[in-house]
């Protein structure tokens, strides 16, 4: 059966209005991209790190390093460096991403697209869940780490993302192929979110609340080109805290809870950035 009592799923949406009518927008998100691009000529870079612990299966804690570069001011790429660690086997390095992202359109609308590419290089031990597609559900987890297995695949996301008085509230639709002859994955992912403040505060301070952003987002698969829909999907809805710093650092906190029997009971979330301002002129 695909889904615990419809009472789940009307907590999961409450919980996404009421979290975020608790909290005006920053880039707060783990799954959800909104239409925000990296300045041109800044480095960001990111740990962003999963724990989980599937029933039947054996804890993990996954990373992803994540090199973020504004190339123009419509075109942001990025490297990541994928590695997990699993109780009582072993931790091992699972392979590699890089993804681009355009905007199509460089002044705000009441809806900004933007188009985003990526390919990445991973193996079959790769529990990062940068993304939730297809049929990708828990009984995945469950095997020991393989890495023979190599898994070259192509992504492709619609996102749409809107700021309105403080509030960001960003859709965005996921196609990803497996290069080897599989059929397309489809998934989704919705976040919204607000900082505590909008107005900056006279004095720099390192826990203002125009630093204090707090969201939440939905997200999960939508099956494949043959079996569309919800049927053995996984969904999961997770509240995020984000606290960025006056000294360019910003961590993020989000436990994430699953929708159904396909999905992880609890997964937790974390996040630290750094961003580095006009590297290659301060290199010069």
Known sequence: ?????????????????????????????????????????????????????????????????????????????????????????????????????????????????????????????????????????????LGRNDRSERAREAELKLILSSDFKGWNASENLIFEKNLSNEPWEFGYSVGISRPFALAASVQSCTLCRENLALGAELYGGLGDRYTPGLHDTSHYVAPVLAWAMPSGTTMKFSPSFGLNDNSHGFLMRFGISYEIGQIFHRSR
């Open 1 to 141: 059966m695909f889904c615990k009592p419809l009472f789940y799923w009307l907590s999961a949406f409450a919980l996404l209005f009421l979290i975020c009518t608790s909290a005006g927008a920053q880039e707060t998100y783990f799954v959800t991209y909104s239409h925000q691009l990296e300045e041109p000529g800044n480095l960001e870079i990111e740990s962003k790190t999963v724990g989980g612990s599937p029933k039947g299966g054996s804890g993990f804690v996954a990373n992803a390093f994540e090199f973020e570069y504004g190339v123009k001011g419509w075109w942001t790429t990025e490297l990541y460096l994928d590695g997990q660690s699993t109780v009582g086997e072993s931790t091992v390095f699972t392979g590699w991403r890089w993804e681009n992202r355009f905007r199509p359109l460089p002044r705000e609308h009441w809806i900004n697209p933007v188009l985003y590419m990526e390919f990445e290089d991973t193996n079959g031990a790769d529990k990062t869940l940068l993304e939730v597609v297809g049929h990708d559900v828990r009984d995945d987890f």
